[in-house]
């Protein structure tokens, strides 16, 4: 088949170069122009520079606009691969090709629509994650599904290993659907909406730890974000600090949220719900980093107690 891609940075590249690697004509790829995002350390894999590797056209666009849909139209592609792109796609589009177009979602839809999926499947606690191809229609992330893989979630992972597994599963999901597509035994199964949650993009505030909040949870939240995102973090005597590594405490401690102290060596916050009560694992802190990039000894930094808090 002819296809025409939509896709930016690792994700959209790793979707390109498993279409490359498929019997599948590749005719047009369109992309976002270079990045400045603070995750550009490992997610900014350039689309453009591999399709011109391999003699590809390409489009540089932040949007889909009147210019993007002629060049995708004179380019009569049979299916639309879109996988990570980040702005609206209109109907006139993504339904201009015979077989429509296919997005690819790294969540187990109707879960986790939206932004940053991976980190909050993590995050919730959920048991797995994956990655869902699915034909895109006028919402987010709701058309009917065709492939779906799933990948567990360890007792350890991090946000950063989630991701990269679930590149992963690009080129077998994407060799499956279009083959489907293509011999025509494709079944297609509607989203079930009252299924669906939706996460809202992350922001700064979105890494704050909430002391309220359990030390399973709090040690997930630390895991979740992984270098190279934005670190879970906390302000201490007047000072934001970032907690890069943690642990649930052997036994349990009392008293008020967010209050640090140094015991066997070990540098725990209280922290949950009624802690008052005593019946709560604290979050071991085992890696702690300042806000000039400065990693700390927690038991020698914490050594003077106080409390972690929201504010500087």
Same mark, same amino acid.
């Given at each position: ?11 959209? $590249? ?12 590749? #005719? ?17 894999? =350039? ?52 077989? @429509? ?9 109707? +879960? ?26 006028? =919402? ?6 065709? #492939?779906? +893989? ?8 991090? @946000? ?5 597994? @679930?590149? &992963? ?31 809202? +993009?992350?922001?700064?505030? &979105?890494? $704050?730890? &909430? ?5 399973? &949870? ?8 992984? *270098? ?23 036994? $349990? ?13 070990? *540098?725990?916050? #209280? ?12 979050? #071991?802190?085992? *890696?702690?980093?300042? *806000? ?12 003077? @107690? ?7």
């Amino acid at each position: 088949m002819r296809v025409v891609t939509f896709g930016f940075q690792t994700w959209g $590249r790793r979707t390109l170069q498993a279409l490359i690697d498929s019997r599948h004509e590749v #005719v047009l790829a369109v992309t976002h122009p270079a990045s400045e995002s603070s995750y550009k350390a490992i997610w900014n894999d =350039s689309v453009e520079e591999l399709a011109r590797e391999h003699d590809i056209a390409v489009h540089l666009t932040e949007r889909a606009d009147a210019a993007t849909i002629d060049l995708v139209k004179r380019a009569e592609p049979d299916i639309i691969v879109v996988n990570s792109w980040y702005t609206w796609m209109p109907a006139e589009l993504y339904a201009m090709p015979p077989h @429509g177009t296919v997005n690819l979602h790294d969540s187990l839809l109707p +879960k986790f629509t939206g932004f940053s999926p991976v980190l909050w499947a993590l995050i919730s606690g959920e048991s797995e994650t994956g990655l869902t191809v699915h034909r895109m229609d006028d =919402s987010l992330d709701t058309g009917d599904i065709i #492939v779906q +893989k799933s990948l567990p979630i360890g007792p350890t992972a991090t @946000g950063t290993e989630l991701v990269l597994a @679930g590149l &992963d599963l690009i080129p077998d999901a994407l060799s499956e659907a279009l083959d489907a597509i293509e011999n025509g035994t494709a079944v297609w199964r509607p989203q079930d909406r009252a299924e669906r949650t939706y996460f809202h +993009k992350r922001a700064d505030i &979105d890494s $704050r730890i &909430d002391w309220s909040s359990s030390a399973v &949870d709090l040690e997930r939240f630390v895991r979740a974000l992984s *270098a190279p995102y934005p670190p879970a973090y906390s302000c201490y005597r007047g000072r934001r600090v970032e907690i890069v590594g943690a642990r649930i405490s052997d036994f $349990r401690f009392g008293g008020t949220p967010g209050r640090v102290v140094v015991v066997d060596g070990q *540098a725990a916050v #209280v922290c949950g719900p009624d802690s008052f009560r005593g019946g709560n694992h604290a979050l #071991v802190v085992t *890696a702690v980093r300042t *806000a000039d990039g400065h990693d700390q000894d927690p038991a020698e930094f914490f050594a003077r @107690g106080g409390y972690l808090t929201d504010a500087e």
